[in-house]
């Protein structure tokens, strides 16, 4: 049988708005069997798509996504993890968010739960206490309190359950992984986004800089992970603004021994929160670590301080204060109000 979309996607020619369009309505149809779906994200695997061609996706994503409103004065950050790397770290990003929000700015966070690994944001947040896989109401009342958001993919992007069943047949990562970290529903000033590799880095910081992020990051560390190494050197690309720049951090540089000692590899969701929890409250150690230097880049993305160094400086602060440890204590209590009573 004839079928001019995987003709199309079998076209190694760059896709057109229109082709993106026509692919997502396809895909997300009440009318499209899962075999169907199946096959066009087969034939978009074999693709490797330009940043042009992310780009018009990410857009046909927010198309259909539920907004998440802030005021455009607040210019937010996104701190967030592809879950696409090798070797799969802590939630780094996740408990980053607390600090950066501690420290002044603005974070409306998107995450997921975990495909692959043992803990997503959203199952080490669901372990906390934090109603955010089940309440949109949640989220809106977090940011106007403590100006952070948690935005569960899920929940703001209703029309890809339509694709759930088929990505699970598809048993391996297809465009929508790649898509996950940069279709964030709120207006989005700034971003840091954790990535599989350098080639990965510089395309995902062009759909960023094609989005109309002010300043945006996309790091990867040489061991293989999806956040900044708190061991060796993390390498990233960033958008200045006015053009792509390579550039290295090490760790040695910007933390002290006792932040970079111990491990900072996954963990399941219940161990997870006791360790954000024990970050929060100023344990030490590789994860503290991690954190420091996601958050110190997440400040200086943002304007809130003046090179990385003095970033780092300011997360510490903002960790060793207990500010960050409060923002989490008072989300949980927030978050009792709109927990969904469990079924007997």
Same mark, same amino acid.
């Given at each position: 049988m004839n079928d001019r979309l995987l003709d199309r996607l079998g076209d190694p020619r760059s896709l057109t708005a229109r082709d993106a369009h026509t692919t997502f309505e396809a895909l997300i149809a009440p009318a499209t069997d899962d075999s169907r779906r199946i096959a066009i994200l087969h034939? %978009?695997?074999?693709?490797?798509? /330009?940043?042009?061609?992310?780009?018009? @996706?990410?857009?046909?994503?927010?198309?259909?996504?539920?907004? @998440?409103a802030v005021p455009r004065r607040d210019r937010p950050i996104d701190l967030c993890g592809s879950g696409g790397a090798r070797t799969p770290s802590f939630n780094i990003s996740t408990v980053s968010a607390f600090v950066v929000a501690a420290a002044g700015v603005p974070v409306a966070k998107? $995450?997921?739960?975990? /495909?692959?690994?043992?803990? $997503? /944001?959203?199952? %080490?947040?669901?372990?906390?206490?934090?109603?955010v896989t089940t309440s949109l109401a949640f989220g809106r009342v977090t940011y106007q309190r403590f100006r952070l958001a948690f935005l569960h993919a899920p929940l703001y992007h209703p029309a890809t359950k339509a694709v759930a069943a088929a990505r699970r047949a598809v048993g391996a990562p297809t465009v929508f992984n790649k898509l996950g970290p940069l279709s964030n529903p709120a207006r989005i000033t700034f971003q840091l986004v954790g990535v599989a590799d350098l080639d990965t880095a510089r395309c995902a910081t062009e759909v960023l800089r094609n989005l109309g992020r002010r300043r945006a990051m996309a790091v990867t560390s040489v061991e293989g992970c999806d956040e900044f190494s708190p061991k060796s050197a993390t390498r990233a690309v960033v958008w200045t603004g006015r053009r792509l720049v390579d550039r290295t951090f090490f760790a040695r540089d910007l933390l002290p021994p006792e932040?970079?000692?111990?491990?900072?590899?996954?963990?399941?969701?219940?161990?997870?929160?006791?360790?954000?929890?024990?970050? %929060?409250?100023?344990?030490? $150690?590789?994860?503290? $670590? /991690?954190?420091?230097l996601t958050a110190g880049a997440a400040l200086w993305l943002a304007g809130a301080a003046g090179n990385p160094a003095q970033g780092v400086a300011r997360a510490r602060e903002a960790l060793d204060s207990g500010r960050a440890e409060a923002i989490l204590e008072q989300m949980v209590l927030v978050g009792r109000r709109y927990r969904r009573p469990r079924r007997v």
């Open positions: 034939a %978009l695997a074999r693709r490797t798509p /330009s940043a042009v061609e992310l780009t018009r @996706f990410v857009r046909e994503l927010h198309r259909r996504a539920i907004p @998440f998107h $995450g997921n739960r975990s /495909s692959r690994g043992p803990c $997503g /944001s959203s199952d %080490l947040l669901e372990a906390l206490g934090l109603p932040d970079r000692v111990g491990d900072w590899g996954a963990l399941r969701p219940e161990l997870a929160a006791e360790e954000a929890r024990r970050i %929060l409250a100023g344990g030490g $150690g590789a994860r503290r $670590g /991690s954190v420091l």
